[in-house]
């Protein structure tokens, strides 16, 4: 039976390329909940389209983060066989989908974060990051457009998709705060060159937020203050839910190939 993988104390360079696969890996397995429910086939292969690239940025990010741990260690140990205090994802990640509405508003809010994130980390001084991350910007990109595209199709369009899709952005506005909260992490991969002090990317973040809304006749929402913990290992109730779903088999049969 494998044991626990924990990462309390791991450097800096690990803890950095852990958040990234976190935050994507446990975004992907809650877009996948939609699969088969989404409220049209189109809506629905694309929302798995997009769970499927979000999962394909964590295996990537994993690999790196497993070749840092050495040779005993692989994408899957890190993936199934670390607790909730050991993933380091941002808390708007695991957040339950809701409804359509609240999935579009999460997925807009990040998705507009991770592309300035991506975009900056494909000037990396770490060649591993900056090569995940040239790749990954494509689809990034492709994901925050199609996002921001449905944010302005349902404020603009009835009267209930306005007030719901308003609410849903009110409701999730207190947790985009933690996407730029630096700690000595960021600071320190961002001083070697290799990271993205987050603070950077609020300016840009916000205004590219507020025109989309703008366009979608929405109001911005207030918050004075914003959730944080999750890139320190501290989180909501849902993840342990989602581990579990997510580590059964692996864990009830730790040595099965696939």
């Known amino acids: ?31 996948s909940e939609w699969c088969g429910h989404g409220p049209e086939l189109e809506l629905d292969i694309a929302l798995s389209n997009i769970a499927l690239d979000q999962l394909g940025h964590a295996r990537m990010l994993y690999q790196y983060a497993a070749r840092q741990l050495g040779p005993d260690v692989t994408e899957d140990d890190l993936a199934f066989f670390r607790d909730t205090s050991s993933f380091h994802n941002l808390l708007i990640t695991e957040l339950p989908n809701g409804h359509w509405g609240d999935t579009l508003a999460r997925q807009f809010l990040f998705d507009t974060y991770n592309y300035y994130l ?13 090569a995940i991350a040239q790749k990954a910007i494509k689809e990034i990109t492709y994901h925050a457009q199609w996002s ?7 404020g603009d369009g009835t009267e209930e998709s306005h007030q719901k899709i308003q609410k849903s952005l009110d409701d999730l506005w207190m947790w ?14 961002a ?26 006749t929405l109001t911005v929402p207030q918050a004075n203050w914003f959730q944080k913990g999750g890139k ?24 099965a190939k696939w």
């Not at 852990?18 to 446990?26: E, Q, V």
């Not at 985009?176 to 991969?189: L, S, Y």
């Not at 909501?236 to 864990?251: F, K, N, S, V």
């Open 1 to 31: 039976m494998k044991k626990n993988i924990h990462t309390q104390g791991a450097d800096h360079r690990l803890i950095y390329t852990l958040r990234l696969a976190d935050t994507a890996l446990i975004l992907g397995q809650r877009l």
């Open 176 to 189: 985009t705060g933690e996407f730029f909260m630096a700690d000595d992490v960021d600071m320190n991969m």
């Open 118 to 130: 991506y975009s900056a980390l494909c000037k990396s001084t770490d060649d591993d990051i900056r």
């Open 232 to 255: 320190q290992g501290r989180h909501t109730e849902y993840l342990g839910y989602i581990l579990a779903e997510m580590q059964h088999l692996p864990r009830m049969y730790p040595d």
């Open 191 to 216: 001083d070697i060159g290799a990271g993205v002090n987050p603070e950077t990317l609020k300016s840009a973040w916000e205004s590219k937020v507020n025109e989309i809304l703008s366009l979608a």
């Open 148 to 154: 921001a595209e449905w944010v302005i199709r349902l």
